[in-house]
């Protein structure tokens, strides 16, 4: 008896002694993942984040843009051309374009964009905050330009952060790169060059580009200006600050805002070629009737850097409202579906063709007709002049010139919610009713999950699905230039 | 432990199966984990006079994968069982009866690294479908981004606490038993990747997110009617019901999503894995004050406008005639059963055995995708017959094949809207661009019961133990076997299969079933046997 006494005695000790010591539970590969690193250095982040917001400006926002303004077709039913037919809510396939969302704020967004700017203000390195600051500004700047209002004031102050205004973050983003601006023409530098594909670190291009990027976002808010939300602010003061920063913007092609794509593996590929070479999707994705008929038109010689022929040896694009036989698709990677091909972004064009709107604005038309000849000029072969046209036929070319210009790239959607060029007749029927071209994205079910600012999409339908700053939707042909 | 692979795409020539026969080469994989676990156990166990039976087990486990400050936890667990049939002393019809109870905690340990917060190089960014999103490193040069994951600061056990009663019964000399069960589980501190804003920066957060609650019964019943040396015929039915809810989410949080396809959630008040998808406008159900068009012309108006006198249910109707998407989510589906059973008989005749089982599951729902799908395709049966389109997309331009949303036999149930009882003609419109569930994300069209009574097994045996088995091969005797599975279904579902489910059986166990995507059904097979016995 008193040695089964023992023998409990000793084991309840035994337990009561391991379950203190917890030496055992921890450790290096315990207590810390050894698959992942806990540290990045600002080289790694920055790398990072041109990998995340590639993937954005040629992921699916701009593939269903580029629908919605009909420069893209879309065939077989599925996601894609559910998409182009406006099918883009939380129950769809494209989720609210919840992935679209987290690149912009989670890994390779914002988060890190922040890592970086902590990391160079410590290392008291200007150019490289500077550079952070143009692609979040960009980063930003876009979201706002897709979604709306969203969040960012109280990104680190809430873990529900209320919705700004869109106008609001367009005015964050004229200050952001107002500051990216000041660091950049500061030249201190204490780091190693950035790992910069787009400019090398070069901070002269980096502040054009700013320049440029701040006139665009001044342009998005002339609607606004035009319709008293802008306070004591006029659309003429709109005018002069795009006019006066695009003057400073981007002064030739060498100077575009452009991806770089090695093309070496899918993954570092431009995503417009991915996805026509490595997804089973790109073949649903054709040519867009209104921008081929256009180019067509003109006999434009991009078309064969945009298009497929098609059957005819042609170029022939697809209608949502009537779907047209034999169109051009993308399937042969024309240059604008090449895995190397730098996207561009910002350009030199885009910046001549942002004086020549506000120009013609201010009733500066010689002026307005030099910005769009020189838009002409940067392309090889195009015969087309802007001399003698003038009034309303100018404003036409003007946006139908950046039409073609900025074919795959967010920003069309922003030109045509302003101007309602080109006369697009909206997709109908379609399942939400909606008469107008979308002028927004859906807040993604994610962000509503668990942040209780974000709207039901049902309300985001009875306000029409557009932005602050388009007072006015574009309901189809006839409607008119800022109304 | 740790794991090394690779995925190789597109073989350059059909052999051989080697990573260097491919186009292309993924990021290799390689993981590890490093998990240590240790645990005590202590357990005593009392019988008095034969009868009366108490457990009683305490156990201390601690895991490395907790948080730093709930390494280690206790769970206790003890059991009550009485014999009352050697109290009592056994009847005619009695011969057997035992009462019991039982209490028992567990704990269930995370994955590890959930509290480890990195950064990643293999993360896909962006990306529009399946191949396409990029990597943080760009152009050969080195790149990280901040990890998917938020690392949680606090992280404990999950415990589950069940308590259940019963008892079980032996009848007539044991010509007959049954037995029947209640249960009571309740796991909390249940740990998921909890979904996190975004606009933080993450996406999720491993936590202990959630409590969780099963109750139900389980009874059984099995009769030996025919019990002789040469024939004997036994049957025996099961029958189960089980109700889960989801009693607790973190605040603020309104489900978590634990389906690998659909956004099959948890949800605080619902069983857990119903289907948060779109449904078709319908009075009662959707916003009252969410905007339709209310004629021709594109005019405005707000759904509350129409479902005055109408059933809660009525499925609202456009003034084209066709219903109308609900932007809004909803619970849309239900995948869990009512309840379940099955009946087992066997009948023995001297050396033939024959056999056979029935599976019951009574409720629960399917997403039919694969019929959304061919809808879509133009391929599936019921698009057989179907109107003639001038525009693909527009129900404007069909003739034929006329129905009425509502009425004969055409979504029957009642309507409310501008359009009500107009006919319309039913072809590609609507069959490619409102019904097609996977691609458009109206998921009601695609929501079936799922119910089932399936013929699961039939067997017929035979033993042959003449002494010539002896004398010719040296083995006493000789099992021949029949049998087939899965011989025959008899459902309302119009898939191939009620039980299939894209994420096999393990996704529905975790709650996630009923979602059927061009996935296999269960399948049907025989089998033909030969036992040698020595």
């Given at each position: 008896?008193?040695?089964?006494?023992?023998?409990?005695?000793?084991?309840?000790?035994?337990?009561?002694?391991?379950?203190?010591?917890?030496?055992?539970?921890?450790?290096?590969?315990?207590?810390?993942?050894?698959?992942?690193?806990?540290?990045?250095?600002?080289?790694?982040?920055?790398?990072?984040?041109?990998?995340?917001?590639?993937?954005?400006?040629?992921?699916?926002?701009?593939?269903?843009?580029?629908?919605?303004?009909?420069?893209?077709?879309?065939?077989?039913?599925?996601?894609?051309?559910?998409?182009?037919r406006y099918v883009f809510g939380a129950g769809s396939n494209i989720g609210a374009n919840g992935g679209d969302w987290a690149t912009i704020y989670a890994a390779g967004g914002v988060i890190d964009m922040d890592t970086i700017a902590s990391m160079a203000r410590v290392a008291k390195d200007d150019v490289y905050l500077g550079i952070d600051l143009v692609w979040k500004g960009f980063t930003v700047g876009s979201a706002a330009d897709l979604w709306g209002s969203i969040p960012y004031s109280e990104l680190r102050t809430s873990t529900t952060p209320k919705l700004d205004s869109q106008l609001v973050v367009y005015d964050t983003v004229q200050a952001m790169l107002s500051r990216a601006i000041v660091a950049l023409q500061s030249g201190v530098k204490s780091l190693a060059t950035p790992p910069d594909l787009v400019f090398g670190g070069d901070a002269a291009s980096w502040i054009a580009t700013a320049h440029t990027l701040k006139a665009r976002y001044f342009l998005h808010t002339v609607e606004a200006a035009s319709n008293g939300k802008l306070g004591a602010r006029t659309p003429t003061d709109v005018w002069n600050d795009v006019i006066a920063q695009a003057t400073l913007g981007i002064g030739s092609a060498a100077g575009d805002?452009?991806?770089?794509?090695?093309?070496?593996?899918?993954?570092?590929?431009?995503?417009?070629?991915?996805?026509?070479?490595?997804?089973?999707?790109?073949?649903?994705?054709?040519?867009?009737?209104?921008?081929?008929?256009?180019?067509?038109?003109?006999?434009?010689?991009?078309?064969?850097?945009?298009?497929?022929?098609?059957?005819?040896?042609?170029?022939?694009?697809?209608?949502?409202?009537?779907?047209q036989p034999d169109v051009s698709f993308f399937d042969c990677e024309p240059l604008r579906f090449t895995g190397d091909f730098r996207v561009p972004y910002?350009?030199?064009?885009?910046?001549?063709?942002?004086?020549?709107?506000?120009?013609?604005?201010?009733?500066?038309?010689?002026?307005?007709?030099?910005?769009?000849?020189?838009?002409?000029?940067?392309?090889p072969g195009l015969a087309s002049s802007a001399t003698g046209v003038t009034g309303a036929a100018l404003l036409d070319s003007i946006m139908m010139e950046k039409y073609v210009v900025m074919f795959q790239n967010i920003e069309v959607l922003s030109d045509y919610r302003r101007t309602c060029i080109p006369a697009l007749t909206p997709v109908s029927p379609n399942v939400l009713s909606l008469p107008a071209v979308p002028g927004e994205l859906f807040y993604p079910q994610t962000e509503r999950n668990a942040n209780a600012n974000i709207p039901d999409e049902s309300a985001e339908v009875a306000a029409g699905v557009r932005t602050e700053s388009d007072v006015h939707p574009c309901t189809g042909p006839g409607a008119a230039a800022y109304p | 432990m740790r794991q090394l692979g690779g995925v190789g795409r597109q073989f350059i020539a059909l052999l051989p199966f080697k990573l260097s026969n491919t186009v292309t080469q993924d990021l290799p994989v390689d993981d590890e984990q490093v998990i240590h676990d240790a645990g005590w156990l202590a357990q005593g166990t009392l019988d008095i006079k034969d009868q009366l039976h108490?457990?009683?087990?305490?156990?201390?486990?601690?895991?490395?994968?907790?948080?730093?400050?709930?390494?280690?936890?206790?769970?206790?667990?003890?059991?009550?069982?009485?014999?009352?049939t050697k109290a009592i002393g056994e009847r005619s019809w009695l011969s057997y009866g035992k009462a019991r109870v039982a209490y028992g905690e567990a704990g269930i340990e995370p994955v590890p690294y959930l509290t480890s917060q990195?950064?990643?190089?293999?993360?896909?960014?962006?990306?529009?479908?399946?191949?396409?999103?990029?990597?943080?490193?760009?152009?050969?040069?080195?790149?990280?981004?901040?990890?998917?994951?938020?690392?949680?600061?606090?992280?404990?056990?999950?415990?589950?606490?069940?308590?259940?009663?019963?008892?079980?019964?032996?009848?007539?000399?044991?010509?007959?038993?049954?037995?029947?069960?209640?249960?009571?589980?309740?796991?909390?501190?249940?740990?998921?990747?909890?979904?996190?804003?975004?606009?933080?920066?993450?996406?999720?957060?491993?936590?202990?997110?959630?409590?969780?609650?099963?109750?139900?019964?389980?009874?059984?019943?099995?009769?030996?009617?025919?019990?002789?040396?040469?024939?004997?015929?036994?049957?025996?039915?099961?029958?189960?019901?089980?109700?889960?809810?989801?009693?607790?989410?973190?605040?603020?949080?309104?489900?978590?999503?634990?389906?690998d396809f659909n956004r099959q959630i948890a949800?605080?008040?619902?069983?857990?894995?119903?289907?948060?998808?779109?449904?078709?406008?319908?009075?009662?159900?959707?916003?009252?004050?969410?905007?339709?068009?209310?004629?021709?012309?594109g005019t405005k108006g707000v759904l509350g406008t129409f479902c005055g006198t109408a059933p809660k249910g009525a499925l609202f109707i456009g003034p084209d005639g066709f219903p109308v998407q609900d932007p809004d989510l909803r619970i849309v589906q239900d995948p869990n059963y009512s309840?379940?059973?099955?009946?087992?008989?066997?009948?023995?005749?001297?050396?033939?055995?024959?056999?056979?089982?029935?599976?019951?599951?009574?409720?629960?729902?399917?997403?039919?995708?694969?019929?959304?799908?061919?809808?879509?395709?133009?391929?599936?049966?019921?698009?057989?017959?179907?109107?003639?389109?001038?525009?693909?997309?527009?129900?404007?331009?069909?003739?034929?094949?006329?129905?009425?949303?509502?009425?004969?036999?055409?979504?029957?149930?009642?309507?409310?809207?501008?359009?009500?009882?107009?006919?319309?003609?039913i072809g590609e419109p609507w069959y490619k661009f409102i019904a097609a569930c996977p691609f458009i994300g109206i998921d009601e069209p695609c929501i079936e019961q799922g119910g089932f009574v399936k013929l699961r097994e039939v067997s017929v045996s035979y033993t042959i133990d003449a002494p010539w088995v002896q004398r010719a091969i040296g083995f006493s005797s000789i099992d021949v076997r029949v049998s087939g599975r899965n011989l025959k279904t008899w459902t309302k579902y119009t898939g191939y299969d009620p039980e299939t489910n894209l994420g096999g059986p393990i996704s529905s166990a975790a709650g996630a079933g009923g979602v059927d995507y061009f996935n296999n059904p269960q399948t049907r097979s025989f089998a033909f046997a030969i036992t040698l016995n020595h």
């Open positions: 008896m008193r040695r089964n006494i023992t023998v409990a005695l000793a084991s309840l000790a035994l337990l009561l002694g391991t379950a203190g010591c917890n030496s055992f539970l921890t450790g290096d590969k315990l207590s810390s993942d050894p698959n992942n690193p806990a540290q990045a250095t600002i080289q790694t982040l920055f790398s990072g984040i041109q990998g995340a917001q590639f993937a954005f400006q040629e992921g699916t926002v701009p593939m269903m843009v580029c629908m919605w303004v009909q420069q893209c077709g879309a065939t077989n039913g599925r996601f894609v051309e559910q998409a182009g805002f452009s991806a770089f794509h090695s093309g070496t593996s899918y993954p570092q590929s431009n995503m417009w070629f991915q996805f026509q070479d490595n997804s089973a999707f790109g073949g649903d994705l054709d040519a867009g009737k209104a921008l081929v008929d256009y180019m067509n038109g003109r006999n434009d010689p991009r078309r064969a850097d945009y298009f497929c022929t098609n059957g005819a040896a042609g170029y022939a694009g697809d209608d949502f409202n009537v779907p910002v350009t030199y064009q885009e910046n001549q063709l942002i004086l020549a709107e506000a120009n013609l604005a201010l009733t500066n038309t010689a002026a307005a007709q030099a910005n769009l000849n020189a838009a002409y000029a940067a392309v | 108490l457990g009683a087990a305490v156990r201390n486990d601690g895991s490395s994968t907790f948080g730093r400050n709930d390494l280690r936890s206790w769970f206790p667990k003890g059991s009550l069982a009485w014999e009352f990195t950064y990643s190089s293999s993360q896909i960014l962006g990306g529009i479908s399946q191949g396409t999103g990029n990597l943080a490193s760009q152009a050969g040069l080195p790149g990280l981004a901040s990890s998917f994951t938020r690392a949680a600061s606090v992280l404990k056990p999950e415990r589950s606490k069940e308590f259940e009663a019963g008892a079980d019964f032996g009848f007539f000399k044991d010509r007959a038993d049954a037995s029947v069960t209640w249960y009571n589980k309740t796991s909390s501190d249940v740990i998921l990747r909890a979904p996190v804003n975004p606009s933080s920066g993450y996406l999720v957060e491993g936590a202990n997110a959630a409590t969780i609650r099963n109750r139900g019964w389980e009874a059984s019943l099995n009769v030996r009617p025919l019990q002789q040396a040469d024939y004997g015929w036994d049957v025996g039915l099961q029958w189960a019901r089980n109700r889960s809810l989801v009693q607790k989410l973190p605040q603020g949080l309104q489900y978590v999503v634990i389906g949800q605080t008040g619902q069983p857990i894995g119903v289907y948060l998808g779109t449904g078709f406008m319908r009075c009662g159900v959707s916003n009252n004050a969410d905007t339709v068009v209310v004629d021709g012309v309840w379940t059973a099955s009946v087992r008989s066997s009948f023995r005749f001297r050396k033939l055995q024959v056999s056979g089982l029935l599976d019951i599951r009574h409720g629960g729902q399917i997403w039919n995708g694969t019929k959304g799908a061919l809808w879509s395709y133009g391929t599936h049966k019921d698009t057989e017959t179907r109107a003639t389109c001038t525009k693909s997309a527009d129900p404007s331009t069909c003739t034929g094949n006329v129905k009425t949303f509502g009425q004969g036999g055409w979504w029957d149930g009642p309507v409310a809207g501008p359009g009500k009882g107009t006919a319309v003609s």
